[in-house]
């Protein structure tokens, strides 16, 4: 049966740099072992299980290279080992303290389990190589791998610097293709586009990219079919516009599924629940609280007082979830089928961290509506951008059209990333990248220490133009640690300038922070030059 529309899944796992070889524990480095835990390797697991039971489904998935980073680093993964070890004898511990409790007893088990499975499946089935794991599942052509910018950096707000901009998107684009091949598409960090972006992806080969509704629809000239069909910028990169109905049902904390009061508690977590003598072995030396993932509770309601969490009854909610999204895609397929005489791309994007992570039962939702999706008598089918586009000859050619500057952050613009809390910031970040663009025109040939310096230069700026540190400070949640990482790369990068161009580089500060900030290891500083792309 040929199809009347087409839904395209799109996840995109991104966290910020945090490594910190100078400390034995660091608490910000459990963001990545949390995601790990609670989101990479259950939606391998997941990704895996689709595949096996030859299941048709199609995600696209972009990994951000400070991920990937990571992922690769021998010192995190090591450490990512260290830290399940101690969340499994923490549930052991648990399992003890909760025995006879027919509440919490289950909970605990049901941990307890999949910790177990989880260490197996990061020790002994992926060889601690998460990245080499995804790049498996990928080649069964079920699941398009993308990238996005090197830092995950705002682009727009970089842009009265165009060489900054292409930087991060080459730089990004060249992470990923040593890792996984050449990517066919990019996630623009934060859905941050504003004109001329586009023509940067264009020359680092990139085909599509993705943006947020109000971006499409204030297009110059406004598109006939909205963000229902992708439209072609006069660059010819394709941007896929997000579907507003499909990303409310899931993000809306008024609307959304993943606030039923079925599901697990995310804030609810024993590592404020119970007596810090009795975790500090298992959670931070320094008596920090601190989550540990063990969150026995349910949503329940807008109370304080919660009620045990029951796995199976969320579990089986996922999957009534499943159907209704399922069903409201079929429904939503048919009118605008029946309205405009299209077979529409309903472009479902959202934070991949959502799921696992934020909604524990996330991964199960995702899994019921790939079956879902497999049925005799649906009526769309899910399909990667690449695919949609390999296949546009039999479909509607996209409108050209130049889409208008939009981010998918709170009130659609540049607020989130340039407001009172963080504007001051810009002064600094927009001068280094000045200043790098300069360094890559004055030494084109530098061989040597001079090489590293400006190596090491590239480097810090990348880390410090992270979306993250000022989304953080504006959110004001570890916002102490934003600040110290921005002000710490922004005065490296400060030195190294002034080392650089004076010709007095200290070796051996240099090698301390090569080794600190050691992203991107084959980084060659020229990707900031006029001609970098030659």
């Given at each position: 049966?040929?199809?009347?529309?087409?839904?395209?899944?799109?996840?995109?796992?991104?966290?910020?740099?945090?490594?910190?070889?100078?400390?034995?524990?660091?608490?910000?480095?459990?963001?990545?072992?949390?995601?790990?835990t609670e989101t990479y390797i259950p939606l391998l697991d997941v990704l895996e299980r689709l595949i096996h039971d030859g299941i048709d489904f199609r995600i696209t998935l972009s990994l951000s290279p400070t991920l990937v980073e990571m992922f690769q680093d021998h010192l995190?993964?090591?450490?990512?080992?260290?830290?399940?070890?101690?969340?499994?004898?923490?549930?052991?511990?648990?399992?003890?303290?909760t025995k006879g409790d027919i509440h919490f007893k289950p909970v605990v088990a049901m941990y307890h389990q999949r910790f177990k499975r989880i260490l197996h499946l990061y020790e002994d089935v992926y060889r601690k190589d998460i990245a080499s794991a995804f790049?498996?599942?990928?080649?069964?052509?079920?699941?398009?791998?993308?990238?996005?910018?090197?830092?995950?950096?705002?682009?727009?707000?970089?842009?009265?610097?165009?060489?900054?901009?292409?930087?991060?998107?080459?730089?990004?684009?060249?992470?990923?293709?040593?890792?996984?091949g050449r990517p066919q598409g990019i996630w623009l960090p934060e859905c941050g586009?504003?004109?001329?972006?586009?023509?940067?992806?264009?020359?680092?080969?990139?085909?599509?990219?993705?943006?947020e509704r109000h971006g499409v629809l204030h297009s110059e000239p406004s598109p006939k079919y909205g963000a229902y069909l992708p439209v072609r910028c006069p660059s010819e990169v394709v941007a896929f516009g997000r579907d507003e109905e499909s990303s409310?049902?899931?993000?809306?904390?008024?609307?959304?599924?993943?606030?039923?009061?079925?599901?697990?508690?995310?804030?609810?977590?024993?590592?404020?629940?119970?007596d810090i003598d009795y975790l500090k072995p298992y959670t931070h030396p320094d008596g920090i609280r601190t989550f540990t993932g063990l969150k026995y509770y349910r949503v329940t309601g807008k109370t304080d007082n919660k009620k045990p969490y029951v796995r199976e009854k969320a579990v089986k909610r996922a999957e009534t979830h499943a159907h209704h999204f399922y069903r409201r895609r079929k429904s939503q397929i048919q009118r605008l089928r029946d309205l405009f005489g299209i077979r529409p791309v309903i472009t479902a994007t959202y934070d991949a961290e959502l799921f696992g992570h934020w909604w524990f039962e996330g991964p199960e939702w995702l899994e019921a509506l790939c079956r879902l999706a497999q049925q005799k008598r649906n009526n769309f089918r899910m399909v990667s951008p690449s695919e949609y586009l390999n296949e546009e000859s039999g479909q509607t050619v996209p409108e050209i059209c130049l889409p208008s500057m939009s981010s998918w952050g709170d009130k659609g613009y540049s607020e989130v990333w340039v407001n009172e809390a963080n504007d001051y910031v810009y002064r600094h970040l927009l001068k280094a990248a000045e200043r790098m663009l300069f360094l890559a025109e004055r030494f084109p040939r530098s061989k040597g220490l001079m090489q590293r310096a400006l190596n090491q230069a590239a480097r810090e700026l990348l880390l410090a133009q992270q979306s993250d540190w000022t989304f953080?400070?504006?959110?004001?949640?570890?916002?102490?640690?934003?600040?110290?990482?921005?002000?710490?790369?922004?005065?490296?990068?400060?030195?190294?300038?002034?080392?650089?161009?004076?010709?007095?580089?200290?070796?051996?500060?240099l090698a301390e922070i090569e080794d600190k900030d050691r992203i991107f290891k084959d980084l060659d500083y020229r990707v900031f030059g006029r001609k970098a792309e030659d």
């Open positions: 049966m040929r199809e009347d529309g087409f839904l395209c899944i799109v996840l995109h796992a991104h966290l910020p740099y945090v490594r910190h070889p100078e400390h034995e524990f660091f608490l910000e480095e459990n963001w990545l072992y949390e995601a790990i995190l993964r090591r450490r990512y080992g260290r830290h399940i070890e101690r969340l499994l004898a923490l549930t052991e511990k648990e399992l003890f303290r790049r498996r599942v990928a080649a069964t052509g079920k699941i398009e791998l993308i990238t996005t910018s090197a830092t995950h950096a705002f682009l727009p707000n970089l842009s009265p610097y165009p060489g900054a901009v292409r930087a991060q998107i080459a730089v990004g684009a060249g992470q990923h293709a040593k890792t996984f586009y504003a004109p001329g972006i586009d023509s940067h992806l264009k020359e680092t080969g990139l085909r599509f990219f993705f943006i409310r049902q899931v993000w809306s904390s008024i609307e959304g599924y993943p606030g039923d009061f079925r599901y697990r508690d995310f804030y609810r977590d024993i590592g404020f629940d119970l953080i400070m504006k959110n004001r949640t570890a916002s102490g640690y934003a600040k110290k990482r921005l002000e710490e790369h922004i005065g490296r990068f400060t030195r190294l300038y002034e080392s650089i161009t004076s010709r007095t580089i200290p070796e051996q500060w």
